[in-house]
């Protein structure tokens, strides 16, 4: 043998290597199954931990057998496009696991020739969860926009004024452009998202001071997540809050209901920021059905706020809970740092 067909074989050797470490880590299923029996030869870690199933129950048997995959008609329609273009890529599809739950993904699959048997390639991405996510934001800007529209006819009926109806629909305008803004922002990192919820919350409610404690559900304890607070020794109090001060904090929050009023009214002492905040709003951040925290608004004067600013913070806070918990923020202790 040459050296050149020895050289040759061994760069051979080691792609076959490269694509087989390639194909067992990737981070997205994938799987290879004859195209005519739908018979599994080849699967991933990453699909074997999507299906529930270990590599014993998968290798040999077909996918109708064992209850997984795309139904009939989907799998049928994958074929016809596969016999007329080869390929295709992020075709959305309901997918079965073992459990019997469907998952949504997305479904790219290719004609590859294996041991001189056609075969399929699939690659897998699921997108359930954001789906999930997608769907409880669009209920989120459904209800704010019920709301403006309730409020807006009770404060028309109330006020046929024009001058007022003008300044309604400017701060509606205000919180719309606050919305959206959020939105954009949902790519960004979560420090960048926490700093936007927090500032928007002080700027609309004309608030002195801002807080966002997050619940740990493993030890029903508080984390300070962002606070505009710049001096030390106070920042230490409200991040560090003693034990009788934590408990009634989170049974104020757990309770899952807006709170407005004085300090001293809800033994709160400890937010008062040395005695300088006087009256609070606190309102709840859920998300999943579950309260994941909470935004502290604090002021040094008694405020006269309407129901109609008072209802646009608590959808506020519904859609600024969805973006922090897709970012796991409320979840990752030591992942994000406290701004």
């Not at 890529?89 to 739950?101: H, M, V």
């Not at 009256?279 to 935004?295: E, H, N, T």
Request: charged share 30%; glycine share 4%.
């Amino acid at each position: 043998m040459s050296k050149e067909q020895k050289l040759f074989d061994k760069a051979e050797t080691d792609l076959s290597e490269i694509y087989s470490l390639t194909f067992n880590s990737s981070p997205s299923p994938i799987v290879i199954a004859s195209f005519d029996e739908d018979k599994f030869f080849l699967a991933n870690e990453s699909f074997l931990r999507l299906v529930g199933l270990n590599r014993e129950e998968i290798i040999g048997f077909r996918a109708p057998d064992l209850k997984i995959g795309l139904n009939n008609r989907d799998r049928n329609i994958v074929k016809q496009i596969l016999n007329r273009k080869k390929w295709f890529r992020n075709l959305e599809y309901d997918f079965l696991i073992k459990t019997g739950e469907k998952r949504s993904v997305l479904l790219s699959a290719e004609l590859v020739e294996i041991k001189n048997q056609k075969s399929v390639l699939y690659a897998i991405v699921d997108i359930t969860d954001r789906k999930a996510m997608e769907e409880e934001l669009r209920k989120a800007r459904n209800q704010l926009e019920e709301r403006v529209k309730e409020r807006t006819r009770e404060l028309e009926k109330l006020n046929g004024s024009l001058l007022e109806s003008y300044r309604h629909l400017g701060i509606i305008n205000r919180q719309i452009s606050i919305f959206l803004n959020l939105n954009k922002k949902t790519g960004e990192n979560a420090r960048e998202i926490v700093e936007y919820v927090l500032n928007s919350a002080i700027s609309l409610s004309r608030a002195d001071a801002g807080i966002i404690y997050a619940v740990d559900e493993n030890d029903m304890s508080l984390r300070l997540l962002a606070s505009n607070e710049t001096d030390k020794k106070i920042r230490k109090i409200i991040e560090n809050l003693p034990l009788q001060s934590s408990k009634s904090l989170l049974s104020l929050i757990t309770k899952r209901i807006r709170l407005q009023g004085m300090i001293q009214q809800y033994n709160l002492k400890k937010l008062s920021l040395n005695n300088k905040i006087n009256y609070f709003v606190m309102i709840p951040l859920a998300a999943d059905g579950k309260v994941r925290g909470s935004l502290f608004l604090g002021f040094f004067e008694v405020q006269n706020l309407s129901i109609q600013e008072l209802d646009f913070f608590e959808a506020f806070a519904m859609q600024a809970a969805v973006a922090l918990s897709r970012l796991h923020v409320f979840f990752e202790k030591n992942n994000h740092e406290e701004v």
